[in-house]
């Protein structure tokens, strides 16, 4: 029901036999690189796309990319202790369909970032071109090399960050929420807590929030499977939104047509 600017789901993928970001090795990074290249650029129909390393790009093509919301940017000091962005930028690149909907970051804080995005609130939409990519992608890899997806039976999907343990799947929506703002980030802090969520700026876990537009996503990844998180997701920013109008009443709020 929410009028949402844009919907995002992404998960984390890992591969049998190569170390994650914080210990792989440069050669092993290469190597992976080379195979997911070929792989990526195999995939057919809606997902077929290009893969453009970060090494060597275009100063003006990379900002554009990461103005677009499509691409990780180096510097984060998390990253940075944790020994993630050695060799920085070779070895990391984005592979992304035609029409931006379907990409795949490589190397960057996990092995792989597989990704399914668009303007809109198509949440089924987004989220069927998310599975039919990741099948494909762990298809086409396996196909050209053996691997397979680095998955235990206890904790799920591994990832280099434990927070991702499990499905390593987040989906999320930007929104509006002017009465929560006004009512103040540790209300709406407080409120997404309650309801499994997650808020954050629209610039991603670090950039900070401006404005009254905001990145909405599911905060669990283990325990719950990949359609329970989407639908918690989705009520929890129906719910959000319905007590915004009602706060935005609370605060005489009157929004531009």
Request: hydrophobic fraction near 35%; charged fraction near 25%; charge should be negative.
């Amino acid at each position: 029901n929410a009028p949402v600017h844009s919907t995002r789901i992404r998960v984390g993928r890992s591969f049998k036999g190569f170390g994650l970001s914080p210990g792989i090795t440069r050669e092993q990074r290469l190597e992976l690189e080379s195979l997911l290249k070929n792989a990526l650029e195999a995939l057919g129909d809606d997902l077929k796309g290009s893969y453009y390393p970060l090494l060597g790009m275009e100063e003006k093509v990379r900002q554009q990319l990461v103005d677009d919301h499509f691409l990780f940017v180096s510097g984060d000091p998390n990253l940075i202790v944790g020994g993630m962005e050695r060799d920085w930028p070779e070895g990391r690149g984005i592979y992304h369909n035609a029409d931006k909907t379907f990409l795949v970051w490589v190397n960057e804080e996990d092995q792989t970032r597989i990704i399914s995005m668009q303007k809109g609130g198509d949440v089924k939409g987004v989220f069927s071109r998310l599975a039919r990519g990741i099948e494909a992608v762990g298809k086409s890899v396996k196909d050209a090399s053996g691997v397979e997806f680095l998955l235990d039976e206890k904790y799920g999907y591994i990832h280099s960050c434990p927070t991702n343990l499990g499905t390593g799947m987040r989906a999320s929506v930007h929104v509006d929420l002017p009465g929560w703002t006004a009512e103040g980030s540790g209300a709406l802090n407080e409120r997404c807590e309650k309801l499994n969520l997650q808020p954050r700026g629209t610039r991603g876990e670090s950039g900070g929030q401006t404005g009254i537009t905001y990145d909405i996503s599911n905060k669990h990844r283990l325990g719950y499977s990949e359609v329970e998180l989407v639908q918690c997701m989705i009520d929890g920013v129906n719910t959000l939104f319905d007590e915004d109008l009602m706060l935005q009443i609370k605060h005489n709020i009157k929004l531009k047509e």
